[in-house]
């Protein structure tokens, strides 16, 4: 499977961006992961492959929100309320296996990988 993620652009605080995730085929769970400057990456967000499990890091709950379409093989982020802390590459990802109930990912628990987006929030 092989992920594309787009979205990612120049947002002054507290505004919006929405970054997708399309895949050249169905996945199973899929989560964007970010990694900022001099820092290691960092879980943000999961989906189920119905959708109908979702689970957000404490950083971002209740300012973000991950989707998806499955007839688009799509994955999206929502992200609202941006502060400069936001700031870093995203990516997307997804795993081999389905997930009724998704939890806060590890890097090494994803098998699929995107090239990742730039998402500047500027103060």
């Known amino acids: 499977v092989q992920l594309q993620a787009c979205g990612g652009g120049l947002v002054q605080t507290g505004g919006s961006l929405r970054l997708s995730c399309a895949a050249s085929?169905?996945?199973?769970?899929t989560g964007w992961f970010r990694q900022g400057p001099g820092t290691e990456r960092e879980f943000v967000a999961a989906i189920s492959w119905s959708g109908g499990s979702t689970v957000y890091a404490d950083s971002v709950k209740g300012r973000f929100t991950i989707s998806r379409d499955n007839a688009k093989n799509t994955v999206y982020l929502q992200m609202n309320s941006l502060e400069p802390e936001d700031t870093a590459v995203y990516y997307c990802?997804?795993?081999?296996?389905?997930?009724?109930?998704?939890?806060?990912?590890?890097?090494?628990?994803?098998?699929?990988w995107g090239q990742g987006t730039q998402v500047t929030v500027s103060s």
């Open positions: 085929g169905r996945t199973v769970t």
């Open positions: 990802a997804a795993k081999r296996i389905r997930e009724g109930t998704v939890v806060p990912g590890k890097v090494v628990d994803y098998n699929y």
